[in-house]
């Protein structure tokens, strides 16, 4: 158990110094009104590297360790946007649409709603 957490803190580590490495270069070479791209840039990335990953360990092509690493820890320091993807095409391929439809809508007006008020009750 104690390995798996140090593996995946040592993937975590990988993923959040790529998204800090991919902001940088998106500041050196984007104008500020478009930055956002750099984040659409890390989500849509994060998605594809963690649907890969879930397919390859799903056919036994990687091991569950290499998936924890890569999936769990690359992935979740790099973007969560991709546990939440894949978490909606689970729902979805479950039969679960409604469901699906519900979690993305909360995140999205929730996340917003509850970002706002903590930049309010910051000052």
């Not at 040592?10 to 998106?26: K, P």
């Not at 569950?64 to 769990?72: G, V």
């Amino acid at each position: 158990m104690l390995r798996n957490f140090l593996f995946i803190g040592a993937g975590g580590a990988l993923g959040s110094m790529a998204r800090y490495g991919v902001s940088y270069l998106a500041s050196k070479f984007i104008e500020q009104p478009l930055r956002f791209y750099s984040t659409f840039t890390i989500n849509v990335l994060g998605s594809f590297i963690i649907g890969l990953l879930f397919g390859l360990v799903s056919r036994h092509q990687i091991s569950p360790l290499n998936y924890l690493i890569f999936a769990t820890g690359f992935c979740g320091g790099f973007t969560t946007f991709s546990t939440f993807a894949l978490e909606n095409i689970d729902l979805m391929s479950r039969g679960q649409s409604f469901q699906a439809l519900l979690y993305t809508g909360l995140s999205i007006v929730v996340g917003l709603a509850l970002c706002r008020v903590g930049i309010w009750l910051a000052g």
